[in-house]
């Protein structure tokens, strides 16, 4: 699962693009680009206004972007139509909608957290495939903006224990600058081991 874009060229491209469209991506999702490409199956899970689906896309990947947001599942589409890219745009309850297991790729998920569903939408992935993961952590209280509430908080060292058991690529816990405010997130990036 590659591209035939190099990981230095992708970054750049997406923050050209970014910079000109709003949101940048994670710097987690750019820094792993290599793993989208033609005919690779993505989810993005709480994919909001499309960011990371977009960018998927763009790399040859066949999205489906799914989101309880009916007005960000409406912008996505909008603009995947506007840059003529084939994104499978789902308004659906994350809470409750069945996902078939096995029946991607790579599942993503930035910035969202149901530690009720996980499993579930871990087991997504199809034998060799990828999880590709970031949220924020419990210090994201103290930066004074994000969420708040434990249910949408990882503890330290959370996500390992949610993807397993997954073998992790690599993963980190940091405070970083995002849009010029400090994140306190945890990354992952894991791999379904293959049958």
């Not at 308004?91 to 149901?114: C, G, K, R």
Request: glycine share 8%; charged share 30%.
């Amino acid at each position: 699962m590659s591209t035939e874009k190099g990981e230095g060229e992708a970054t750049e491209l997406f923050s050209r693009r970014s910079r000109r469209r709003g949101t940048p991506p994670s710097a987690w999702f750019s820094w792993h680009a290599r793993i989208f490409g033609p005919r690779v199956r993505v989810l993005d899970i709480a994919c909001g206004a499309g960011r990371h689906s977009l960018l998927a896309a763009e790399l040859g990947a066949e999205v489906v972007a799914a989101d309880s947001d009916g007005e960000a599942i409406s912008i996505l589409e909008k603009e995947a139509a506007r840059r003529k890219l084939a994104i499978k745009c789902l308004h659906l309850d994350l809470a409750s909608s069945d996902i078939t297991p096995e029946s991607f790729d790579v599942v993503m998920m930035f910035n969202y957290l149901d530690r009720a569903r996980f499993a579930e939408f871990r087991n997504a992935v199809r034998p060799g495939g990828y999880f590709l993961a970031e949220t924020f952590l419990e210090g994201q209280k103290e930066q004074g903006w994000g969420p708040k509430s434990d249910d949408h908080l990882l503890k330290y060292g959370e996500l390992l224990d949610l993807v397993a058991p997954f073998d992790v690529v690599l993963s980190r816990e940091v405070l970083e600058m995002v849009d010029g405010r400090p994140a306190s997130v945890a990354s992952v990036l894991a791999q379904r081991p293959p049958k």
